[in-house]
T-cell receptor, first 115, second 111 residues
Framework: GAGVSQTPSNKVTEKGKYVELRCDPISGHTALYWYRQSLGQGPEFLIYFQGTGAADDSGLPNDRFFAVRPEGSVSTLKIQRTERGDSAVYLC?????????????FGPGTRLTVL | KQEVTQIPAALSVPEGENLVLNCSFTDSAIYNLQWFRQDPGKGLTSLLLIQSSQREQTSGRLNASLDKSSGRSTLYIAASQPGDSATYLC??????????FGTGTRLQVFP
């Protein structure tokens, strides 16, 4: 079946603008994760959904970042008043049930560039 | 706080060599450790997942070992090929949900 998909693949925006990044997880996966990867670094955790609820949002850097998953499938990461430091690749992953024994499957990422 | 480091940061080898990539973690109370491959501009592909009760896992030319007590894992790649060129990341779960990643080893295998 289809893997995790993310749209857009690339997003260029101006400082101060609002952006939305979308993630379509693997069908049937209840757990969904967002990570952010800066150049030359490993991915860093942002937020974890179990179903429709955010089970752990401790990685969100500040209140400009928000994510939703209203129907327990597709998720949208929203960034308000973007700053140049937000430029990174935003990765989404899903797993069957969450927890430590399930493999997380990653999407190709959205490369965000804030000018 | 769990910290994961990987050495070397970059590696360039001729085709056919056997390689060892290293990953270390500060908190040995891990549930498992996972190795990923990342190609330029692409997402992460899971290569191997070793449970905390296991010592090693093998998949084709790849073999990953885990020594929890010393906080180390190695990824062994046998008979390297140019198609193995990529960045290799190790990760451990923390607080049962999030993965903590190392900074990766960028591997180039030249013909």
């Amino acid at each position: 079946g289809a893997g995790v998909s993310q749209t857009p693949s690339n997003k260029v925006t101006e400082k101060g603008k609002y952006v939305e990044l979308r993630c379509d997880p693997i069908s049937g996966h209840t757990a969904l994760y967002w990570y952010r990867q800066s150049l030359g670094q490993g991915p860093e955790f942002l937020i974890y959904f179990q179903g429709t609820g955010a089970a752990d949002d401790s990685g969100l850097p500040n209140d400009r970042f928000f994510a939703v998953r209203p129907e327990g499938s597709v998720s949208t990461l929203k960034i308000q008043r973007t700053e140049r430091g937000d430029s990174a690749v935003y990765l989404c992953a899903s797993s069957l049930g969450g927890g430590t024994t399930d493999t997380q499957y990653f999407g190709p990422g959205t490369r965000l560039t804030v000018l | 706080k769990q910290e994961v480091t990987q050495i070397p940061a970059a590696l360039s080898v001729p085709e056919g060599e056997n390689l060892v990539l290293n990953c270390s973690f500060t908190d040995s109370a891990i549930y498992n450790l996972q190795w990923f491959r990342q190609d330029p501009g692409k997402g992460l592909t899971s290569l191997l997942l070793i449970q905390s009760s296991q010592r090693e896992q093998t998949s084709g030319r790849l073999n990953a070992s885990l020594d929890k007590s010393s906080g180390r894992s190695t990824l062994y790649i046998a008979a390297s090929q140019p198609g193995d060129s990529a960045t290799y990341l190790c990760a451990v779960p923390y607080n049962t949900d999030k993965l903590i990643f190392g900074t990766g080893t960028r591997l180039q295998v030249f013909p």
